[in-house]
């Protein structure tokens, strides 16, 4: 069996050729346009042609936001504002040829395939957290993911971590993102265009510890609050 699978990311739609057992035969992507649901399905449909002369039986999507997972719905969908409400299943598999396609939260999707082939394979619980352009979370018992009455069973970013310097609003676990680190340690040594200068500035010697330290700091807080949280949902849903 050969499937596509493929992963909408706030910066990045990621997708790969995969057989039966896990293996990607090939890879590849494409950039994300938050703002035009036309540009994201039109993108999803020239990686779908691009392999359907392969004997293509289905296409895995992994997205942001919360999921109705049997119906194929984003009633939420992180950064990718324009796919808020999309049904996924239904009009991809439309414009695809009628191909089943089956959609799941970027964080679940992740820790699933932990748990099915990847650090997690040996042991029944585990929890999971993917850092890009936000931060997302699940939490696996018994080889399945906790979703949660309200599908939030696991998700990370919303843990407030402190008071922000700056208002009245508290800072959220995914205000430490792999962009979100980058910008944060940008400000406080004065440059906002790290992102583009951090290999440069590296090679210059520039001591950014402490800077990095302090960021750091407040993300292992973040973190011990998610493993906070996962172990209380495990011993809920174990009751």
């Not at 990621?14 to 540009?39: A, F, R, S, W």
């Not at 296409?59 to 796919?83: Q, R, Y």
């Not at 609003?169 to 995914?174: D, E, S, V, Y």
Request: hydrophobic share 40%; aromatic share 6%.
């Amino acid at each position: 069996m050969i499937a596509i699978g493929i992963d909408i990311g706030g910066t990045f739609i990621k997708y790969g050729l995969m057989d039966n057992d896990g293996n990607v035969l090939e890879k590849g992507k494409i950039p994300t346009n938050q703002e035009d649901k036309e540009v994201i399905m039109s993108g999803l449909q020239s990686i779908y042609a691009k392999y359907k002369d392969q004997g293509i039986l289905g296409i895995a999507m992994s997205v942001p936001g919360l999921i109705d997972v049997e119906h194929g719905i984003m009633i939420t969908s992180g950064a990718c504002k324009a796919l808020m409400g999309c049904h996924m299943a239904e009009e991809l598999s439309a414009a695809c040829d009628g191909i089943k396609v089956s959609v799941e939260n970027d964080g679940k999707a992740a820790a699933l395939a932990e748990a099915w082939m990847g650090a997690a394979k040996d042991v029944p619980n585990c929890c999971v957290l993917g850092f890009g352009t936000g931060i997302a979370g699940a939490a696996i018992l018994n080889k399945k993911a906790l979703r949660g009455p309200r599908l939030i069973a696991g998700e990370a970013s919303n843990f407030p971590v402190h008071g922000s310097r700056t208002s009245d609003k508290p800072i959220k676990f995914a205000h430490y993102s792999t962009i979100g680190v980058v910008k944060e340690v940008g400000a406080m040594v004065g440059d906002p265009e790290l992102k583009k200068r951090i290999n440069l500035l590296l090679d210059e010697g520039i001591n950014l510890y402490k800077a990095v330290n302090a960021v750091m700091q407040e993300f292992i807080l973040g973190l011990t609050n998610s493993t906070s949280t996962y172990l209380k949902e495990r011993t809920n849903d174990m009751e």
